[in-house]
């Protein structure tokens, strides 16, 4: 892979995405961007007040605009957003400007993972994380898969190892 290039990291919640871009981009010397993280700096303000305040749609509204801008620099590794790839212009946008991994994940590794996380929004209130989880991939993994150009599974593995897959497969 030519380091100009961009690697963009798509997956469900607690699927690792953000912990293995850091330490990707580091060893591959790219500069690491989190959308979300990007999205509350931006709005000086975290994800759940803005979903609190804006709903879903004002969030994936902000959303696009961040993956609109982010897909625009060269040489950088994009953690992006659990549900990013709902909207088909970030699907094209990813897709059309790097290389998509897709970091899959089981629902009992999304439940362990985000047993006490209290920084999502759709994991929180009186729900059944397992259902919610379980509606989240069954509406998202195709399109996980569609624009996917690898996908790597995070099931039970340190981000050391992933990372070294997801390596591997970039340079074949």
Not at 21 to 49: H, V
Request: aromatic share 6%; with cysteine.
């Amino acid at each position: 892979m030519h380091k100009d290039n961009n690697i963009y990291l798509i997956g469900p919640p607690a699927a690792g995405k953000t912990s293995i871009g850091r330490e990707l981009a580091r060893l591959l010397g790219m500069e690491f961007y989190d959308s979300d993280m990007e999205i509350e700096k931006r709005a000086g303000a975290d994800i759940t007040w803005i979903y609190d305040i804006e709903g879903e749609e004002g969030f994936r509204s902000r959303e696009r605009k961040v993956i609109e801008e982010l897909t625009k620099l060269r040489g950088i590794l994009l953690a992006t957003g659990g549900g990013a790839i709902i909207d088909a212009f970030n699907r094209d946008r990813l897709s059309a400007c790097g290389a998509v991994v897709y970091l899959s994940v089981s629902v009992d590794a999304q439940i362990a993972r985000t047993e006490k996380d209290r920084r999502r929004p759709i994991l929180q209130g009186d729900i059944d994380k397992r259902e919610v989880l379980t509606e989240i991939l069954t509406e998202r993994q195709h399109l996980y898969e569609q624009i996917a150009d690898i996908t790597v599974n995070t099931d039970k593995r340190n981000v050391r190892s992933v990372v070294q897959e997801i390596m591997q497969k970039l340079e074949e």
